[in-house]
Nanobody, 116 residues
């Protein structure tokens, strides 16, 4: 079974930056499109960024475009999300998974809180 671990979250002030990491226990994820999902309290989980298997293509939700950058390192079975100019609406639990998501690949997520 694939284990996915997200890390790098924290509490920052508006305008701050964070770098999230997603580590997979298997190389299987390297051949798949991977997405970062955000789940705000009381809301459904949504894709905020995704990256194709060999990092040729990326996509961003309009709410994060120009502020977030997704990348991957297949040698490390890892996917990253650089977040800058963070806003209060970015608050939530961030997960990585394939896109479409695989039910067995959900990790615990990492909490990002943007607050004064």
């Amino acid at each position: 079974q694939v284990h996915v671990v997200e890390s790098g979250g924290g509490t920052v002030q508006p305008g701050g930056s964070l770098r999230l990491s997603c580590a997979s226990s298997e190389q299987t994820i390297n051949s798949l499109t991977v997405a970062w999902f955000r789940q705000a309290q009381g809301k459904e989980r949504k894709v905020v960024a995704l990256i194709s298997s060999i990092a040729i293509a990326t996509w961003y939700d309009d709410s994060v475009k120009g502020r977030f950058t997704i990348s991957r390192d297949n040698d490390k079975n890892a996917v990253y999300l650089e977040m800058r100019d963070l806003k209060s609406d970015d608050t939530g639990v961030y997960y990585c998974n394939t896109n479409p998501p695989h039910p067995n690949y959900w990790g615990q997520g990492t909490q990002v809180t943007v607050s004064t």
